[in-house]
């Protein structure tokens, strides 16, 4: 087995790009490292998992004696290059996993997942070094590969087939590996693929192989030109947007959350959680993402997994599924996993699902609006499920609740569960004048009503006159910025600026906004500023007209991704590194979301943007929110 050296340990989180077909992903190191995917869906186990154990699986790419990495995407595509150099030469990888043609035109037979990767020697001979150490089920079984001739090397597990094929030379040594010498203008391909209860599919390389690549780079391309988008930050945008669609479950239409687990918030911390799952709590930040850039088809798709996935617990909505509307989901921690860079624990699954969160039904509701603009009435069985949502709340929403940030230590009354609640109200109410939607209307008048003189007679800090993020309390908590969106209160009342002040003074540092004070909740201190958070103060100040603030706080946080425009859920606060599992679904559908209110709002200077209490509501930051 070849020595790892410090540049092929585990690596910065900074250091990490994607690569997906839409079904799985997988992170490839700036080294040429894949060091984590799951197989064969996103919440499978992981076959390659050095990202979150230091003696994990990976398949590495790798030049001898390394002076120097750089990569990028591909233009408009999810194809990666890596540039790896070394004083005898460099290398050019390309990486990517093909997009499985539709199975109403496919014209040919194709593995179940492929992980295609091509080496080119750009200059010079450098000594090129390839290690292919898989090992299922989060490292816990190794992978015996066994040769088969010009079929390469297979390793059955279970019911599962995995297949390499290269035509750079290789050696079983407990793991494949190999190196070798290779002169400018050589070319290398290696494809991985995974098959499970069916018979094997075997690829080509060759031009074969390349035209899977080009295809692939083509789909991508294809699908990016969809985008309506013609403002000055289009890179960001489109490469959030491929982000997003590389996590979207193409057998569903669910967003994952993230392709990752057990990164930590915090350097060495405990709060570590899986988010490959999907939050229903997403989906108006999402749909308005998808709607704003004109991507109304993947936004119809999420919605229909909305309501299916709520259709399954219906009348009350589970806090996450997975992307099958699946909603038990069980959390255990791998003991035996290192964690990433000592990070414990590090879980699988997720708890959530047994907590309660009332603000779900409001993001739901507004995911609903959203739709409703842009296609119309939805069909009689969503309706019906619709309904059942305010029955679900008039019943709940007097009890305390986990909140937004799924504070495990005890429930309490969250200010941002009562608007969203509240909300739900008013929002039966409006689509009841709008297209009739059956709903006892004074009973309804009432709830919303009794919600409101709640919120104001217990979640207002009279002293400092600014909103507080527990009834009773003086705490605040970033998700205060999204009332205004709501169509609750006015983006300039006082009151919203006051708690901006306040949120200043309690909760900022190094000028990003933290989710809530440190310490809150039995949290843990000294967590990195969610990056969400951040892009909500950018709505916030947009929505007020602050666009001098609000452009400055953008261009900040698009200082904070990675050299090819990934997201973390979080950043240092001091040092701006990346923090959480990765990519963040959240992060980027803000970025969006910021970027396309900002753009439009900016534009209509000295006009009406944002409307009255009740007429700036925008579902979600995007669409109405100008």
């Known amino acids: 087995m070849t020595r790892r050296t410090d540049l092929q340990a585990q690596a910065d989180l900074s250091d990490y790009a994607m690569i997906g077909d839409c079904r799985a992903a997988a992170m ?24 979150i154990d230091e003696n994990g699986g990976f398949f590495s790419i790798f030049v001898r004696g390394l002076t120097h990495a750089t990569r990028q995407y591909r233009p408009d595509t999810a194809v990666l290059e890596t540039t790896l150099t070394s004083n005898d030469g460099a290398i050019r990888i390309t990486d990517a996993m093909p997009v499985l043609p539709d199975a109403r035109h496919a014209t040919q037979l194709a593995p179940l997942r492929e992980a295609l990767r091509r080496i080119e020697v750009i200059d010079g001979a450098p000594e090129i070094e390839v290690t ?69 599919v075997l690829l080509p390389l060759g031009a074969e192989a390349e035209a899977r690549l080009t295809a692939t780079e083509g789909w991508w391309k294809r699908w990016a030109g969809q985008i309506q988008y013609s403002g000055q930050r289009r890179e960001p945008v489109i490469r959030s947007a491929i982000t997003l669609r590389m996590m979207t479950a193409t057998q569903s239409g669910a967003l994952l959350a993230a392709v990752t687990t057990s990164l930590p918030e915090k350097p060495q911390g405990w709060m570590n959680w899986d988010y490959r799952y999907c939050w229903p709590r997403d989906a108006s930040l999402t749909l308005s993402a998808f709607m704003d850039i004109g991507l109304h ?18 009348p009350r909505l589970k806090i996450m599924y997975d992307a099958f509307g699946r909603h038990r989901i069980y959390e255990r921690k791998l003991k035996s996993l290192s964690g990433y860079r000592g990070a414990q624990p590090v879980r699988v699954g997720n708890a959530l699902t047994g907590q309660v969160q009332h603000d779900v039904y409001g993001e739901v509701m507004m995911a609903v609006e959203i739709w409703v603009r842009q296609f119309g009435r939805p069909e009689a069985a ?42 739900v109200f008013d929002s039966l ?49 970033a998700s205060l910025l999204l009332l205004p969106r709501t169509g609750y209160v006015a983006y300039d009342d006082p009151k919203m600026a006051a708690t901006w002040e306040a949120m200043q003074a309690d909760m900022a540092e190094n000028g990003l906004i933290l989710r809530y004070p440190p310490g809150f909740g039995g949290s843990q201190k000294g967590e990195g500023a969610f990056v969400i958070c951040n892009f909500w103060a950018v709505d916030y100040l947009t929505g007020a007209k602050r666009f001098g603030e609000a452009g400055q706080r953008l261009e900040r946080l698009l200082s904070f991704a990675n050299d090819v425009g990934l997201y973390n859920e979080g950043v240092d606060a001091a040092t701006g590194a990346p ?38 509501r925008d579902g979600a930051s995007g669409s109405e929110a100008a």
């Not at 993947?298 to 259709?311: G, H, Q, V």
């Open 429 to 477: 109410i409006r689509l009841h004048a709008q297209m009739g939607l059956d709903i006892p209307v004074e009973d309804y008048t009432h709830e919303r009503d009794a919600l409101r003189d709640a919120i104001e007679t217990q979640g207002v800090d009279k002293a400092r006159g600014c909103y507080v993020g527990v009834f009773g309390e003086t705490t605040l908590d």
């Open 382 to 423: 969503a309706l019906d499920l619709i309904r059942g949502f305010g029955e679900a709340v008039k019943q709940t929403w007097r009890e305390p609740d986990n909140g937004i940030w799924e504070i495990r230590d005890q429930r309490r009354h969250y200010t941002y569960s009562k608007v969203m609640a509240w909300y």
């Open 297 to 314: 088809k993947e936004a119809d798709a999420f919605f229909d997994w909305l309501m299916l996935a709520a259709n399954t617990t219906r």
């Open 579 to 616: 923090l959480g599992n990765m990519p963040q679904a959240f992060s980027h559908a803000g970025l969006i979301n910021s970027i396309m209110m900002l753009e439009k709002g900016a534009g209509q200077r000295g006009g009406q943007n944002g409307g009255q209490n009740g007429d700036q």
């Open 28 to 51: 490839v190191s700036r080294f040429g490292s894949i060091d984590w995917l799951c197989l064969p869906d996103f919440a499978s186990d992981a076959v390659f998992s050095r990202l």
């Open 132 to 200: 292919l150490d898989l090992r299922a089920d989060y490292g816990r079984r190794r992978a015996r590969f066994r040769p088969r001739g010009k079929l390469g090397w297979a390793w059955n597990d279970g019911d599962a087939l995995f297949n390499l094929i290269s035509d750079f030379p290789l050696e079983d040594g407990g793991v494949l590996h190999g190196r070798q010498r290779a002169d400018k203008g050589q070319v290398f391909t290696l494809s991985l693929t995974y098959e499970r209860a069916g018979p094997g």
